[in-house]
């Protein structure tokens, strides 16, 4: 299906879209509903497995201790040590409460209602539940200062509403709500204007529109849902934000809010959220248009969105222009990486689109995983597609906080329901027992995807139920094989660019899969008339192992690399520990294997060479 042809047939599920911004003041809104819908799956076993769980036994505990008790000290002994100290809290319980919902752990369950309790008890009478001493908070400074008060409630709204989302307590609504009321106190209607509290032309706090509307959603109190559209206002009366406003004109993601990378795509997520809760298409088209633009202009083949400091932006964590692309000097913020992967997951949810879940997945297994210690208490700040060494420390840092959470959003959305029918975002190793609906199916798929581009599912227990099951290509990948019971059958993508079999389904069903993964180069032509290529094989990111301090060695120097397939100048070399891929630059003794595992303390991955 053409792309105009899905927007409007995505529009025409919004029932009574207004042309005006704001539609509450005049009759019920329209909950537009997601078409996939996550089912709960567990996964065991393989890299997705490991590092999750690497995460749940080691950082999350981590976390509740450290730096003598960080995550609630400034809350219970105001004012906290560090500006924006407050936001860890609102992050972890939204990664443990995704932990507990696999793990059913006793004592994760505890603390997380102790934590829950400990963050209740610390808020103020009027509401107030950030860290600043009293003259500091954001109800108490002059109209035009700044902080990152504002920034605190956005997470701990979030962090709240969706521990409360599956352990249900009037309490936690209450304090939430007081929260937002004295937000509205502050920055409604005829108050002061949000965004110049805010940093960056006040971008960092209009994030808080998404735990706004989510409170909208959770309590239906209209209130919430008009300050929301408020923000939107402010936002694009703002002349250096003004969000909505650039991304409906298609302008590039790096001027809004001096195109601040993680605080620009966590207000696209607000942006998402008001589209669901209103059917007003103009929210949507703003975020359809950011993630074209960041997906086209502003990754690299990591998946990593990368910054760069421009005279025409603030500093490395905003989107620098495609022509200022540098991968030694540009940077992925872990929050990028999670903000975008989170962005992808909620376009699955609404679309039911292939390519967000390919997206989604890219970042994960190349990005997110590489800022991840394989010992599982460090993580890394920033990273780049070129470094030497990988600068992982077990601070408590905004991007330690927010890398958990895009593990569990993404392992949480490895089957869903769509259409009648049951489709794998993901084809890593996973268990589910389906809804009745489906018969109560026990489903299993095996394999060592991603490593390995071949899989089976396999029907534990089934009872002719007749219902569609579907799966999509891996990134980069073709589908070269698909036999049901050993038979091999034929088939053609959807509209959403999965692939559907539908049957009657028994007990012993069994469907094997085979991938083949291509191997690309990506080209990258800056103004500055360097020239570089990368390449990728399948859903991987291949980079060389660099020695600290190493000398580099450009082995495409003076070659017209464009010329040629990237098979020409890569050959296959043998696996590492027999799964990993790996392949050598031809005429050289240089191996390129997947960027995640390509770095430690003491090296760091190539994965753009010059030519
Ligand atoms: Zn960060």
């Known amino acids: 299906m053409k792309k105009g042809m899905w927007f409007a047939m995505l529009v025409g599920l919004a029932v009574g879209v207004a042309p005006a911004n704001r539609v509450s003041a005049q009759k019920t809104p329209e909950r537009v509903p997601g078409v996939w819908r996550p089912l709960p799956s567990a996964q065991e076993e393989g890299l997705l497995a490991e590092r999750v769980a690497l995460w749940r036994k080691e950082r999350l505990w981590h976390m509740v201790d450290a730096q003598n008790g960080y995550l609630l000290s400034g809350f219970e002994s105001r004012p906290g040590s560090h500006p924006w100290q407050g936001e860890h809290v609102g992050k972890w319980l939204h990664a443990a409460t995704l932990a507990y919902e696999q793990t059913r752990d006793e004592k994760l369950a505890k603390t997380l209602h102790e934590t829950v309790e400990r963050l209740l008890a ?51 609504v209450k304090a939430c709500e007081r929260m937002a009321d004295l937000l509205i106190a502050t920055f409604g209607e005829g108050k002061a204007d949000l965004t110049k509290y805010g940093t960056r032309k006040g971008i960092s706090s209009t994030t808080l529109l998404e735990s706004i509307v989510m409170l909208y959603e959770r309590t239906q109190d209209r209130k919430y849902l008009g300050f929301a559209e408020h923000i939107v206002e402010c936002s694009e009366n703002a002349p ?15 001027g809004p809010g001096e195109g601040k990378a993680y605080q620009l795509m966590a207000n696209l997520l607000g942006y998402l959220l008001l589209y669901k809760n209103t059917g007003n298409a103009r929210y949507l088209k703003t975020v359809l248009n950011g993630w074209e633009n960041i997906q086209a202009d502003h990754l690299y083949v990591t998946g990593g969105p990368w910054g760069r400091r421009m005279s025409y932006n603030a500093n490395q964590e905003c989107f620098a222009l495609p022509k200022d ?72 840092t905004c991007c ?45 798929v095996t394999g060592n995807y991603p490593f390995r581009p071949g899989i089976e599912i396999r029907f534990e227990e089934a009872n002719d139920k007749n219902f569609g099951l579907e799966f999509r290509d891996p990134a ?29 389904w028994k007990t012993g069903d069994e469907i094997a899969l085979e991938f083949e993964y291509l191997l690309k180069s990506h080209i990258e ?28 060695v450009e082995p495409f120097a003076g070659k017209d690399v464009p010329s040629k397939a990237a098979s020409e100048w890569l050959e296959p070399y043998p696996p590492q520990e027999e799964t990993v891929p790996r392949f050598r630059i031809k005429s050289t003794k240089i191996l390129l294997g997947p960027f995640y595992c390509a770095g430690t303390e003491k090296t760091g991955p190539r994965t753009y060479f010059k030519f």
Not at 244 to 249: Q, V
Not at 535 to 549: E, S, V
């Open 122 to 172: 610390a808020q103020e009478p009027n509401g107030y539940l950030g860290t600043y001493a009293e003259n500091k908070r954001f109800y108490t400074v002059p109209a035009d200062g700044k902080g990152w008060d504002v920034w605190t409630h956005r997470y701990n709204l979030y962090g709240l509403l969706a521990y409360e989302r599956f352990h249900p307590d009037d309490r936690v």
């Open 240 to 254: 250096g934000l003004r969000l909505m406003g650039a991304m409906l004109k298609k302008e590039a993601v790096s």
């Open 325 to 396: 692309f540098a991968p030694g000097d540009a940077v992925v913020e872990t929050c990028s990486t999670t903000t975008w992967i989170q962005l992808n997951l909620h376009l699955l949810e609404l679309t039911g689109q292939a390519r967000y879940a390919a997206e989604a997945e890219r970042a994960v297994f190349n990005a997110l995983m590489a800022a991840q210690h394989r010992e599982g208490i460090d993580w890394c700040y920033y990273t780049k597609a070129n470094q030497d060494y990988r600068p992982f420390a077990d601070k408590i």
């Open 400 to 444: 330690a906080s927010s890398g958990p959470r895009a593990l569990e959003m993404f392992s949480r959305c490895m089957i869903g329901e769509v259409d009648g029918g049951i489709s794998l975002a993901s084809l890593v190793p996973c268990s589910a027992i389906l809804p009745e609906s489906f018969g109560k199916a026990k489903i299993k």
């Open 476 to 504: 980069d990948a073709r589908l070269t094989s698909a036999r049901i019971n050993g038979e091999g059958i034929a088939l053609t993508k959807n509209d959403r660019g999965f692939y559907r079999i539908c049957r009657a």
């Open 525 to 552: 032509t800056p103004k500055d008339g360097q020239r570089w290529v990368a390449f990728t094989y399948g859903p991987w990111a291949l980079a060389q192992t660099m020695d600290k301090g190493a000398v580099v």
